[in-house]
Structure formats: C-alpha cells, structure tokens
C-alpha cells in the first residue's frame, strides 16, 4: 500500500487559491488518489478522485503529473467556509474493503478573513 | 436520503462496561466500515466487513468486535470498555466505485 505524505498545516487568506501537495511515490499501477475534507465535529467527505493528468469537480481541481508520485489538490478562491482537514489516500483499484485504506493525518487548512 | 446515521450522538461510560455503537446506512451499500479518531489525529480502521456476513479486522481491531447480519446494519461493540478507547467513532460505507460516505460519528468517553 502506498504510503503518502502531506504538509501538516497551511494557512490562507480568503478569495486565494490554495494548493496543497501530496507525495506517494510507491503508488501501484492500479491506484488512484482521492482527496477527503473533514470539517470540524463531522465526518470525512469525499471531493474528488483522479487517476492522471487532470481531474475538476465543482469543489476542487487534482492535478497528476506523469509519473504519478505526487498530486495536488487545488481549492480555488477559498472562504472561510473552507478550513478544514483535508486528507490524501491512495486507493487500489476495487479494494477489497478496509484494511486497504489509510487515512494519514491529513493537511489542516486555516482560511483567514 | 438519511445516508449514514450512527447512534448514540455522544455517551459517556464507565470502565468495564459493555457498549454498543450502532451504525445503519440506507444506500444499499456493500461494504461498511468502522474508524476511530482521536483528537488531532487521522482516522484508524478498526473492522470492515465487505458484504453481509463477513467481516475483517483493519488497524487496530483489539477490544472491538462487529457483526453484519444485513447489509444496512454494522454494530460495533465494545466487550468491557477501558479509557484509551476515548475517542471518536466514525462509521462509514462505500460504494462500487470505492468512495467511502461518513457518517455524523459518536464520541465515546470512557471513564
């Protein structure tokens, strides 16, 4: 399973965009990257996943270069609304459930007025 | 839509007593999942289960137990509970695609 990295914390500024890095260099052939937020006091949600190139959704936007061993999530003008911990997973393929995915300890973003 | 609704919302319980966290989902899900959350810290895998009437130990099965006798329902039981099980828990499904829902978690003290 492959292992990713994250920066613990970043801090922004309201209407700025925010791209956070994640590093998975032993991702396999059959993974892909998918990118949780969790609020404060609720539960992880799901807000986009990627296999290459580029990935946008009316939330965020992932960007995959070739070689597939670091992503970027990118938030684009971000509101207060957005602070929150977001996670990086690396997911095979039709996991057997479970024990196949791992939750680091994600980024915390802090968006400032 | 309920989605995924989890029970009790908090509880506060003594050492040694036996609790159970119920979990239903509604979106005919095959595979469910439990996790705990201490404070400040990422999501751990406690058991899965892949579809009814199987299920599997994750990262940090000890003192828990599961059973899945439906595919709505994934209680997750604590025998004797003990304080290091202080924490949040978070049940959570997903679907063919591997996109794993939350629900809204309990936070569990133990005393």
């Known amino acids: 399973l492959a292992k990713t990295t994250q920066p613990i914390s970043m801090d922004s500024y309201e209407g700025q965009e925010v791209n956070i890095t994640c590093s998975h260099n032993?991702?396999?052939?059959?993974?892909?990257i998918t990118w949780y937020q969790q609020f404060p006091s609720q539960g992880p949600r799901f807000i986009i996943q990627g296999y290459k190139t580029k990935v946008t959704n009316e939330v965020a936007s992932l960007f995959i270069p070739a070689d597939r061993k670091s992503s970027t999530l990118s938030l684009p003008r971000v509101s207060l609304s957005d602070t929150a911990v977001y996670y990086c997973l690396v997911v095979p393929q039709r996991a057997a459930a479970g024990n196949k995915l791992t939750f680091g300890g994600g980024t915390r973003v802090l968006v400032k007025p | 839509i309920a989605g995924i609704t989890q029970a009790p919302t908090s509880q506060i319980l003594a050492a040694g007593r036996r609790m159970t966290l119920r979990c239903t989902q509604d979106m005919r899900h095959n595979a469910m999942y439990w996790y705990r959350q201490d404070l400040g810290l990422g999501l751990r895998l406690i058991h899965y289960?892949?579809?009814?009437?199987?299920?599997g130990k994750g990262e940090v099965p000890d003192g828990y137990s599961v059973s899945r006798a439906n595919t709505d329902d994934f209680p997750l039981t604590l025998a004797s509970a003990v304080p290091s099980q202080t924490s949040v828990y978070f049940c959570?499904?997903?679907?063919?695609?591997?996109?794993?829902?939350f629900g809204p978690g309990t936070r569990l003290t133990v005393l």
């Open positions: 959570a499904s997903s679907d063919q695609t591997d996109t794993q829902y």
């Open positions: 289960s892949n579809t009814a009437g199987t299920t």
């Open positions: 032993n991702i396999a052939t059959n993974d892909y």
